[in-house]
């Protein structure tokens, strides 16, 4: 983790619970993965599971039970009211109670992507395709994957007929389409596909890490815009997403909107690359590598996610070391070993015990 890291780590056996605490504010943390539902900004980043209620401006943070705490969270789906969480090492958690609750875990020890179609069925991708059933995992191979150590399966979505497009990184790069429990390959010279979305006309859009924006329309690709052909700014795509009016978002260090084969950009700020993104009520969420960004009319800006469940202001200075409960009271040795939660303040993180 990074020394300007978001962090809060809680005690729990079982289920860990949300509470967060922000050191400093301009703390950074990067950003794998996101999703909205209902007034919640759900995200995956390397300092836990963030719940950032935007009507409220308040968040949480989720993060693992000892022994589980250096896995990564790399994606983050919702779908009919329960909120998925697949990590690094295969295993997947769902929010649930205000904590994470593990549910199972992929047959294989690497997870990129979670998705979950228009019925609700998950899927999970690594070096395959997974589709979770009542009995366990479906798997579902690339074409020659077998054969290839540099297949895999970096990102998807579904579209509204049920389909799930796959964008692969091979040497060549790859798109893919499953339906009916097959896959397809459509193209293998798009170059590692880092994102893929679907709009609401039916055209899927796929942002390759060199070789632009491929459009594809039944199932044939129509489109491939690169920063030579076209008005698009950068070539690498490793964001993209389809707002509420059917607007195609993406980017990496800028951030660009399609429209009829012309593309506007708004530059990010130096260091700053876009990760992932999402849309809810007319704004734009961007995660980077640097936290969580917003784009509202014309502007991209950080958001300072504001703490709720901890007094910072009750716990000790910087330089005061000890255990301490949520309210920020000292606990001597007898109640430090017995209390359910504790912190240790040092310097201006919290950290486990």
Known sequence: MKTKTLLLFVISMFFPKFVLAQGNTDAT??????????????????????????????????????????????????????????????????????GLKYLYSMPETSLNQ????SNGTLYACGRSLYKRTDTGWSRYILPDSEISSTHAIYSMCADKAGCIWLGARL????????????????????????????????????????????????????????????????????????????????GRNYLQQYADGDFVSYPMSDGVSITCMTHCDGVLYLGTNAGLYTFVNGEIKPVNLGTSGVSLSSLPKSGQSGVYNLQGVRLDASSANTANRLYIKDGKKLLRR
């Open 171 to 250: 040497a060549s790069g790859g798109a893919y389409k499953y339906k009916n429990e097959q896959i397809e390959l459509l193209n293998d010279k798009t170059g590692a596909i880092m994102a893929v979305a679907s709009d609401n006309a039916g055209n899927v859009w796929m942002g390759s890490a060199a070789k632009g924006l491929f459009e594809f329309k039944n199932d044939v690709q129509i489109n491939n815009y690169t920063n030579v052909n076209s008005s698009l700014k950068d070539k690498t795509i490793t964001a993209m997403c389809v707002d509420e009016t059917g607007t195609l978002w993406l």
């Open 29 to 98: 943390y990067h950003v794998y993965s996101m999703v909205t539902a209902d007034s919640h900004l759900y995200l995956a980043t390397d300092a836990g599971v963030i719940d950032y209620n935007f009507t409220e401006g308040k968040c949480c943070l989720a993060s693992l039970p000892d022994g589980e705490s250096g896995l990564s969270p790399k994606s983050i789906v919702c779908g009919n009211g329960d909120v998925y969480v697949g990590f690094s090492d295969g295993q997947i958690y769902m929010l649930k109670d205000n």
């Open 114 to 117: 979670l998705c979950l179609d």
